[in-house]
């Protein structure tokens, strides 16, 4: 399972770091890591990924500001939010797949936040 915290409510250019910690499944094998998000009405999207070899893939919404990261030794993945936008509102999902699988595979239950101004 992947348990994600670290949301909540901060204001406009704020910062905030998420942390999402993997268990009871292979880290190794499902090694590619991701934050999706996702806002009422809308379709999940991709934030950033981040694979067992410290390659990462941003969102261009994202891009210079957000940083994801990994320790594979304490089986967690980390996502950096800086410069927040109101835009950024929204429930945050960390993830995992094998490499060669495009979807993700494994899911948190999602962590809440909210940007105001």
């Known amino acids: 399972q992947l348990q994600a915290s670290g949301g909540g409510l901060v204001q406009t250019g704020g910062s905030l770091s998420l942390s999402c910690a993997a268990s009871?499944?292979?880290?190794?094998?499902?090694?590619?890591m991701g934050w999706y998000r996702q806002t009422p009405g809308q379709q999940r999207e991709l934030v950033a990924t981040?694979?067992?070899?410290?390659?990462?893939k941003y969102a261009d919404s994202v891009k210079g500001r957000f940083t994801i990261s990994r320790d594979n030794a304490k089986t967690a993945v980390y996502l950096q939010m800086n410069s927040l936008k109101s835009e950024d509102t929204a429930v945050y999902y960390c993830?995992?797949?094998?490499?060669?699988?495009?979807?993700?595979?494994?899911w948190g239950q999602g962590t809440l936040v909210t940007v105001s101004s």
């Open positions: 981040i694979s067992n070899g410290g390659n990462t």
């Open positions: 993830s995992s797949r094998r490499p060669w699988i495009v979807e993700p595979e494994y």
């Open positions: 009871g499944y292979s880290f190794s094998e499902y090694n590619v």
